[in-house]
């Protein structure tokens, strides 16, 4: 069975303050990683796709990367804006209907 | 973000009544889902299309049922609602190629 446990559950950064989110799985085979910001009140915003390990995707503050049994999203001199819940999942290569697995998320705030 | 939308928004409807809840993408994508979003749950997938009429089953599909007649439209069914189906319900697309899923705003429902 496809696991994938997120950590920390919370986060909470002071402005300018960078760090890590860890997404750690447990696949048969990964056909791919996947990162989505979620915002209160919104569905899921698509970020990245890693589909094997070493590989690194950035855009502006996040930068994630890939290994065999984790993933991490960094977060680079966060701001205020960057505040929302962090969705991991993974995709297995033996999956017919591409259905995702997803981690329990982790919610950043960062203050000003 | 207009290329798929969710209706409605928000119900409340009392257990034992029948619900449907639609979802409209224009992008032309093949596959379509249906997620429920829990509190200490996480996303978790009810039932997905891969094409017009091919349906099957997600990880929490009892009580749930889904027809897809239409490229564009993918709709979810609760026979009979009750309180343990009160959720926030998402919608995603994908084109079963780079395997990421777009998501929709979401349907807040309520059961009484």
């Known amino acids: 069975e496809d696991q994938v446990t997120q950590s920390p559950e919370a986060l909470r950064l002071q402005e300018g303050e960078s760090s890590s989110l860890n997404c750690s799985y447990t696949v048969s085979g990964l056909r791919g990683l996947f990162w989505y910001r979620q915002d209160p009140g919104k569905g899921p915003e698509f970020l990245f796709t890693l589909y094997s390990a070493g590989e690194e995707k950035e855009k502006e503050r996040l930068k994630a990367t890939l290994t065999k049994k984790e993933s991490f999203l960094h977060i680079t001199a966060p701001k205020p804006e960057d505040s929302a819940t962090y969705l991991c999942a993974v995709l297995a290569r033996n999956n017919a209907g591409n259905m995702l697995t997803f981690g329990g998320g982790t919610r950043l705030m960062v203050k000003p | 973000d207009a290329g798929i939308t969710q209706s409605p928004r928000h119900k409340v409807t009392e257990t034992g009544t029948p619900v449907t809840l639609r979802c409209h993408q224009t992008?032309?994508?093949?596959?379509m889902y249906w997620y429920r979003q829990d509190p200490g749950h996480g996303l978790r997938l009810i039932h997905y299309?891969?094409?017009?009429?091919?349906?099957d089953k997600g990880e929490v599909s009892d009580g749930y049922s889904v027809s897809r007649s239409k490229t564009e439209d993918f709709l979810l069914t609760l026979e009979s609602a009750t309180s343990s189906q009160t959720s926030v319900y998402f919608c995603?697309?994908?084109?079963?190629?780079?395997?990421?899923?777009?998501f929709g705003p979401g349907t807040r429902l309520t059961v009484t």
């Open positions: 995603a697309m994908g084109t079963g190629v780079t395997y990421e899923q777009y």
């Open positions: 992008e032309n994508h093949r596959y």
């Open positions: 299309s891969y094409g017009v009429k091919d349906t």
